[in-house]
């Protein structure tokens, strides 16, 4: 029996996606803040307030117009989220150099957050799949695809529009399917679950 791969719905990427578009908008947000009170500051340079501005404006853009853009087209997604991370490391960096140390901690944890999110967002693809092999189950995950050992699953029940994953740890995973099993697709899983499960 060969490995089998199927595209599925997975629920933790479909929400990181969702909300891929608000976390933009809140960096944006912040941007825009600290542009706003670094223009209001004394020793304002007005090329960084500047360039504070114009990533700001670019991202609430690219928010507002291009909503679809980000989900169509990951790799601007990743380049905006690299943007937002430089941008908040460089400005936790600038706030402790002027002395003001909680804002540049909190920028800088921004920035690791980001940087977990962009580490996320990677492993995106246009399509997750749930593949089933002779050692076991690859299952879509976040930050990275979890395998099931056949050892871990104590059943695996196979429907034309989803299958449902019962782990040994009582671990209930549901995926919903992207198009409908074919006839011989259902066969061949049930052929992996009668040999590695003893069972259909």
């Known amino acids: 029996m060969d490995s089998i791969s199927l595209p599925v719905v997975a629920p933790t990427f479909e929400r ?3 909300n891929g578009v608000w976390l933009h908008t809140l960096a ?4 825009l803040a600290h542009a706003i009170s670094h223009f209001r500051s004394e020793n304002a ?3 960084y307030f500047w360039c504070l501005l114009i ?3 670019d991202i609430f853009l690219l928010v507002i117009a291009g909503r679809d853009l980000l989900r169509q087209l990951p790799r601007v997604n990743l380049f905006f989220r690299l943007v937002e991370i430089v941008f908040f490391l460089g400005i936790g960096i600038l706030m ?3 002395g003001n140390e909680l804002t540049g901690i909190v920028h800088f944890l921004l920035s690791i957050g980001y940087g977990y999110l962009f580490y996320c967002e990677k492993a995106l693809r246009q399509t997750e799949t749930l ?4 050692t076991g189950i ?3 995950a976040l930050p990275e695809s979890r395998f099931l050992y056949w050892t871990h699953v104590n059943k695996v029940s ?4 989803g299958i449902h994953i019962h782990t040994a740890e009582q671990q209930d995973l549901r995926f919903d399917l992207r198009r409908k099993l074919e006839f011989y697709e259902m066969e061949r899983i049930n052929d992996f679950c009668r040999h590695y499960l003893g069972k259909s």
Do not use: N, Q, W
């Open 138 to 140: 690859t299952i879509p």
């Open 55 to 57: 990533i700001s404006l």
């Open 131 to 134: 593949s089933f092999h002779h």
């Open 96 to 98: 402790i150099i002027e």
């Open 28 to 31: 944006g947000i912040l941007i």
């Open 158 to 161: 196979a429907h034309y529009d």
């Open 45 to 47: 340079h007005t090329l």
């Open 16 to 18: 990181l996606k969702r």
